[in-house]
């Protein structure tokens, strides 16, 4: 059963560097591709990047190119979203899912989230104050 949770969220000060981490309770999170993505107060949900099975990276987001990237530990049964040179207009509840279509590739564009993304679980708070 697939119950992601994404942790690691902080309130931050602009120009730092934070990690989170998205984990299923049970093993398996590997065969997957994992999305990222952050819902700001007010705002629609939208898509930061995916990491496939393989560990190719798709970016949704123009505005963290450069600086926001994903790994994953096999080993550890989990997926990281690294995130450098924040921002204030980073801030968000940031959240991991799977995708619906082809669960191991990563969509190469984002419309509709929550229908494009399942396995929706608890996400994480990021606060980026300037």
Known sequence: ?????????????????????????KPGLEYYAIGWFRQ?????????LCISRYND????ADSVKGRFTSSRDN????VY?????LKPEDTGVYYC??????PDKCPTTVTVPDREYDHWGQGTQVTVSS
């Open 40 to 48: 700001a107060p007010g705002k629609e949900r939208e898509g930061v």
């Open 81 to 85: 979203l690294q995130m450098d040179s």
């Open 75 to 78: 080993a550890k049964n989990a």
């Open 97 to 102: 899912a799977i995708p619906v279509y082809n």
């Open 57 to 60: 990276v798709t970016t949704y």
């Open 1 to 25: 059963q697939l119950r992601l949770v994404a942790s690691g969220g902080a309130l931050v000060q602009s120009g730092e560097s934070l990690r989170l981490s998205c984990a299923n309770a």
